[in-house]
């Protein structure tokens, strides 16, 4: 076991990295030795799973570690000992998978043998645009040879950031095709913004709960995380402005409308709040809003309030026409997004044309408009079924948006979400624990129910098994 010091001036991660390191080199951990899993480390070491996760990511990095696939993490060979990496096959205590960022991060996309998933965060594949991509790709196809053989544009096809344009302005938000920048989907986006923005040490607000990719994010930057509880019509104002009269933080990273993982969405009135703090105690605020064509209602973004004049915007066709496409953008007033553009550059060149002007070709056909009206009544439909069904074995809903695709729900009774995630997956039902979705992975009793994955009656049976044991 290594000895940890918490009340060391070297942070946790830091130490748990040297530690190993040196195991490594004075060979107490040979090559092609197994490391405990994360889950196992961070309950031995009385560490949290994002202190594990992280440190086992630097030593990655560092090429000390090898991940494998459902198997974990071993030492790698050293340059003097050519033998290959061990990999496993998966036994059944390696397949065992932790509650923490690496789960949603790197297992939450593949089926990993889970007969029901109602914790992702994706849409079924028969709810994307099929048909749409399919037109899309025949009209691409007829397009001349060489029509994208190039690395295409720094800040993306200018065709779809026209149309980009035209569609944020029907939305009440003025901006220019050189004030958009395009992604590799909504992650890139963040991804890109947080390292223009975020410096080591630097105080950022997040979302209480929120994104857990956001926040793995921001902590391998080296933020510190100040939580903003969600209410039902947006933040609890008075501790929003207590955390920024003690931090000053920079930046404010929110999910503005359908928010993930509540469902709620922000309120007139707390949007022109928010505004009104951003302005007197000089914050950005980073709009995270790729729920936007999922909502009914045609509330104004922040960014429409704003104009871009401290708000940063992101969306994303991932969820109206099909998350493989991975094309997403950033719009914000042209200096900023002039100071991304090298950066996008350097950390993987420009986006791809290919499939910008794929997307741009499903946006043009007629039927995509049909298409986004049909997921939002699906999706409508679900929510009133699938919080009938909650309801019917004793959970208590957050708030029921009618909209979108999250509901957040707890049971009185169950007191550790992660607990009953951890019996789910013996059934092979994966839900979503409050837990991943809180700054400081708190176990809560709060999960993040996708109503478009929650039809099945199996997960109620099994709610309903586990609530009578209590």
């Known amino acids: 076991m290594m000895f940890l010091d918490p009340d060391s001036e070297e942070s946790l991660v830091n130490q748990i990295v040297s530690g190993i390191s040196l195991a490594i080199k004075e060979h107490r951990l040979k090559s092609g030795s197994k490391l405990p899993s994360i889950r196992k480390f961070a309950q031995t070491h009385k560490v949290s799973h994002f202190t594990a996760v992280e440190a086992y990511d630097r030593l990655v990095a560092l090429g000390h570690l ?8 071993y030492v790698r060979s050293s340059p003097g000992n050519p033998r290959p990496d061990p990999v496993p096959e998966p036994h059944e205590e390696d397949t065992e998978f932790d509650f923490d960022a690496h789960l949603l991060l790197q297992k939450v996309f593949q089926p990993m043998g889970m007969e029901l998933r109602p914790g992702i965060g994706l849409l079924p594949e028969q709810w ?6 399919q037109r899309g790709l025949r009209t691409l196809a007829r397009n001349e040879p060489g029509s994208f053989s190039g690395y295409g544009q720094a800040k993306g096809s200018p065709r779809l ?16 095709p050189e004030q958009i920048m395009l992604t590799s989907g909504g992650s890139h986006a963040l991804d890109l913004v947080t390292r223009y923005l975020v410096q080591r040490g630097d105080s950022v607000l997040v979302d209480e709960p929120g994104y857990h990719n956001l926040f793995l994010n921001l902590r391998l930057q080296g933020a510190k995380l100040l939580g903003v509880p969600r209410t039902l019509d947006g933040f609890d104002l008075e501790v929003l402005e207590a955390l920024i009269i003690q931090h000053r933080p920079k930046v404010f990273f929110t999910n503005t409308r359908l928010h993930c993982p509540t469902g709620t969405s922000l309120s007139l009135a707390v949007a022109h709040r928010v505004l009104q703090l951003a302005e007197k105690y000089d914050f950005l605020i980073v709009e995270n809003d790729i729920y936007a064509d999922l909502d009914t209602t045609g509330q104004q973004a922040l960014a429409g309030m704003d104009q871009l004049s401290r708000v940063i915007y992101i969306g994303s066709f991932s ?24 950066l996008k550059l350097v950390s993987g060149l420009t986006t791809s044309e290919l499939t910008e002007e794929l997307a741009l070709t499903v946006l043009l056909q007629g039927r995509h408009r049909k298409h986004v009206k049909q997921l939002q009544s699906n999706l409508a439909d679900a929510h009133e079924t699938v919080a009938r069904l909650l309801e019917g074995v004793g959970m208590e809903l957050f708030v029921k948006p009618h909209a979108g695709m999250f509901l957040w729900a707890r049971h009185p009774l169950i007191e550790d979400s992660t607990a009953l995630a951890t019996k789910a997956r013996d059934e092979k039902i994966l839900l979503a624990p409050g837990q991943l979705f809180m700054p400081n992975a708190q176990i809560v009793q709060w999960m993040r129910f996708n109503v478009a994955h929650s039809l099945d009656e199996r997960i109620y049976r099994l709610l309903e098994r586990e609530i009578e044991r209590l």
């Open 128 to 133: 994307t645009d099929h048909d749409g991509l």
């Open 66 to 73: 090898t991940p494998v696939r459902n198997a974990g993490f």
């Open 319 to 342: 969820k109206t026409i099909a998350p493989a496409l991975r094309v997403g953008f950033v719009a914000a007033h042209q200096e900023l997004i002039d100071e991304l553009v090298p």
């Open 161 to 176: 950031r026209a149309k980009l344009a035209e569609k944020l302005a029907d939305t009440r938000i003025a901006a220019h």
